[in-house]
């Protein structure tokens, strides 16, 4: 194993453990996988809580999804086809993080869209932020459930099942998670004193200008 691999096992414990502090996850849902190269990917196993997840539990694939290396008894976690469709459409994209962030989640349940305009953060970091028909989870029909969207998109959420992030690192991801949940939980506070008010047109206009300038 090179000393690269070792600090990207342990960099996807550590995020692993900063969304379950943070209740983005529990028990031993939700999954994350990261490039270690052009071919290989390291990916979460299926089963294992998230807290207690040692860095040799995690799982070496191809892009194909062939186990090259994992402990015994251990196997992929069961959204690998997601993760794989997603550098399949990014080449560009080096981590994945699918978590289950409680208020985004229960946003779909009531089937209201992901409130983009009315906090001026959420557009210029994230952008506008689709929601994927519902799909079952681990089917392949999960996987082209978010094709088209995460070509476009770095933050897709995914009805009645969470969200999945996308960047350039695994910190880069969970900070789209962080601030894709914490919009979705003031929206909902604001919306048990009152009606939210919308930031004007031309604001949001301007917001989404930013935002793309920044997202390069």
């Given at each position: 194993m090179t000393p690269y691999e070792e600090q990207l096992r342990q960099e996807i414990i550590r995020v692993t453990c900063l969304e379950a502090e943070q209740g983005l996850i529990r028990s031993s849902d939700g999954n994350t996988s990261a490039r270690l190269d052009e071919d290989r990917l390291l990916v979460t196993p299926s089963g294992v809580h998230k807290m207690t997840m040692k860095a040799d539990n995690l799982i070496l694939v191809n892009r194909e999804g062939e186990v090259l290396r994992a402990k015994p008894g251990l196997k992929p976690t069961s959204e690998l086809r997601m993760h794989l469709e997603v550098y399949r459409q990014r080449p560009d994209v080096q981590a994945v993080l699918h978590a289950h962030p409680?208020?985004?989640?229960?946003?779909?349940?009531?089937?209201?869209?992901?409130?983009?305009?009315?906090?001026?953060?959420v557009l210029v970091a994230l952008g506008e932020v689709p929601t994927a028909p519902y799909a079952t989870p681990g089917t392949a029909a999960l996987a082209n459930s978010i094709r088209d969207l995460i070509q476009g998109h770095d933050t897709v959420i995914l009805s009645h099942h969470g969200s999945l992030h996308v960047g350039q690192s695994l910190e880069e991801a969970l900070i789209a998670l962080e601030r894709l949940e914490h919009a979705a939980y003031t929206y909902c506070l604001a919306h048990n004193l009152g009606n939210p008010v919308p930031l004007p047109e031309a604001e949001l206009h301007q917001l989404k200008e930013i935002g793309q300038q920044l997202r390069g």
């Open positions: 409680p208020y985004t989640t229960a946003l779909t349940l009531v089937e209201s869209p992901f409130p983009t305009e009315y906090l001026p953060e």
